[in-house]
């Protein structure tokens, strides 16, 4: 059974730029969360898709933006970067919607703007 | 609304005695809890959940947890602490069914474990 992978390890941008993470999601998982955790805080929940479409989303705005393919693994773009989008982007997967599903975290995307 | 706090922002053990990380949560409805343990470079991984069953919630590698709504707390335990202890754990509280409504992170607590 193959884990939550995400790429790139660390990705430095300049700000104004644009930047599209990825996650593969376990095998069997049709749900996909991304978070965000700034230096020294806990995640904060940006949003979650579900067989491809938006399920729920945080207090981000829409220039956080994110897709989901067929085969469940999943893209979190943000455009126009801030210095403030500096941080570790997670992405967890789980097999449903409850929340007493258990999600599965990814090592992380390391996002330094510039 | 909901919150979760973790009262303290490092604790400090030897190894071979017992760990109390402490949380407090808000919430308006019955709530789910978690606490979630994240090595450096790593994800974060469950150690246990909290669903309205049994009040005493046992998770992998010794941890433990007790729901008590009097007290509003979600303390996580473990009898021994071991080196590979050593971590960054956050509490989780969550009071809608489905995993994208209001899933509230701790500040978290870093646990180091001295020799």
Same mark, same amino acid.
């Given at each position: 059974? =193959?884990?939550?992978?995400?790429?790139p390890?660390?990705l430095i941008?300049?700000?104004g730029?644009? /930047? #599209?993470?990825?996650?593969? &999601?376990?095998s069997?998982?049709n #749900?996909? !969360?991304?978070?965000?955790?700034a230096?020294?805080?806990?995640?904060?929940?940006?949003f979650? +898709? +579900?067989?491809?479409?938006?399920?729920?989303? %945080?207090n981000?705005?829409?220039?956080?933006? %994110?897709?989901?393919?067929?085969?469940y693994?999943?893209e979190? @773009?943000?455009?126009?970067?801030?210095?403030d989008?500096?941080?570790?982007y997670?992405?967890? &997967?789980?097999? %449903?919607?409850?929340?007493?599903?258990t999600?599965?975290f990814?090592?992380?995307?390391r996002?330094? /703007?510039? | 609304a909901?919150?979760? =706090?973790? *009262?303290?922002?490092? /604790?400090?053990?030897s190894?071979? =005695?017992?760990?109390?990380?402490?949380?407090?949560?808000s919430?308006?409805?019955?709530?789910s809890l978690?606490?979630?343990v994240?090595?450096?470079?790593?994800?974060?991984? *469950?150690? *246990?959940?909290?669903t309205?069953?049994a009040?005493?919630v046992?998770?992998? @590698?010794?941890f433990?947890?007790?729901?008590?709504?009097?007290? #509003? !707390?979600f303390?996580?335990t473990?009898?021994?602490?071991?080196?590979?202890?050593?971590?960054?754990?956050?509490?989780? /509280?969550?009071?809608?069914?489905? !995993?994208a409504?209001?899933?509230i992170?701790?500040?978290? =607590?870093?646990l180091?474990?001295?020799?």
């Amino acid at each position: 059974e =193959t884990g939550v992978t995400q790429s790139p390890t660390h990705l430095i941008k300049t700000r104004g730029q644009q /930047v #599209t993470l990825r996650c593969s &999601s376990q095998s069997g998982h049709n #749900t996909v !969360s991304w978070y965000q955790q700034a230096l020294g805080q806990g995640p904060q929940f940006i949003f979650q +898709y +579900y067989r491809e479409e938006e399920n729920g989303r %945080g207090n981000f705005p829409p220039r956080f933006s %994110g897709l989901q393919f067929p085969n469940y693994s999943s893209e979190l @773009n943000v455009n126009a970067l801030e210095l403030d989008d500096s941080a570790l982007y997670l992405c967890a &997967s789980s097999f %449903g919607l409850a929340v007493t599903d258990t999600q599965y975290f990814g090592p992380g995307t390391r996002l330094t /703007v510039l | 609304a909901q919150s979760v =706090t973790q *009262l303290d922002s490092h /604790v400090s053990v030897s190894e071979g =005695t017992p760990v109390l990380l402490r949380c407090n949560y808000s919430s308006s409805y019955s709530p789910s809890l978690f606490w979630y343990v994240q090595h450096p470079n790593k994800g974060l991984q *469950l150690l *246990l959940k909290y669903t309205s069953a049994a009040t005493l919630v046992k998770g992998i @590698n010794g941890f433990e947890a007790e729901f008590k709504k009097s007290e #509003t !707390s979600f303390h996580l335990t473990k009898p021994s602490a071991h080196m590979s202890d050593a971590a960054e754990y956050f509490c989780v /509280v969550s009071d809608g069914y489905s !995993s994208a409504s209001k899933i509230i992170f701790g500040s978290g =607590t870093r646990l180091s474990i001295r020799p």
